[in-house]
């Protein structure tokens, strides 16, 4: 007797699933969206889930890491992730969450071909640079988001290749290497609430992406008052 096909084990979701949101979110343009998220931790982790949950098709999560003790307080680990790379423990978890497609990838983004949206959640600057030197390069990328966390203060960058002004800007006064960045101690770099709404924040400029509707391509918070300050 032939042997019989794997039952699929992807989560059907109920028909009211985006009904919150339907006329708000473009869940069908979503679902066509690629998105790549370098780095799964604080920021990362959360943007993966947010964009999970909006409708996003596909979420491709680069990084090389396992988890550890210090991450299950200001990431999105359970306590039984411990030692897992982070790429399987977040595929895990998102595959609880919704229907899309999540792609692990538990290695270092070196320079592999990318499309649509590419965000970047990495917490080196000499990464950073990396990352975008390659992305200058790809044709396929039409909005490159790199947020950035400091604690209780977050940045988040929008970049689009038309947008050359801006994108000499951000090349002149925010891409410079980690020896010259600030160096915060271990126990002052990361808040939950930060990573949260930075996530949020990168995650609706994706969305206003893919409507069609206005992206904001310098935005700054600082969450100890709750207020958006020049960037």
Request: charged fraction near 25%.
């Amino acid at each position: 007797m032939p042997e019989q096909p794997a039952p699929d084990s992807r989560i059907v979701l109920p028909d009211a699933y985006y009904v919150r949101q339907k006329d708000v979110v473009p869940i069908e343009a979503l679902r066509q969206t690629r998105v790549t998220v370098i780095g799964t931790g604080a920021v990362g982790g959360f943007t993966s889930l947010l964009l999970a949950k909006a409708g996003f098709g596909r979420v491709d999560i680069w990084d090389h890491d396992q988890v550890e003790g210090q991450n299950l307080t200001t990431q999105w680990f359970k306590i039984h992730d411990l030692g897992k790379q982070k790429v399987a423990a977040m595929a895990e978890i998102l595959e609880e969450f919704c229907d899309g497609l999540c792609v692990p990838h538990p290695e270092r983004f070196v320079a592999p071909p990318v499309n649509d949206v590419v965000i970047c959640a990495v917490d080196s600057m000499d990464t950073r640079m990396q990352l975008w030197r390659h992305i200058r390069k790809c044709r396929n990328v039409p909005l490159y988001i790199d947020t950035r966390m400091g604690a209780e203060v977050g940045k988040v960058y929008c970049l689009r290749p038309s947008e050359t002004e801006l994108i000499k800007r951000y090349e002149a006064e925010d891409l410079y290497p980690q020896s010259e960045a600030f160096q915060a101690r271990c126990t002052e770099q990361t808040t939950i609430y930060c990573a949260a709404g930075l996530a949020a924040l990168a995650v609706a400029q994706a969305v206003n992406f893919v409507a069609n509707r206005p992206v904001n391509p310098r935005m700054m918070i600082d969450f100890r008052c709750g207020v958006m300050v020049p960037a």
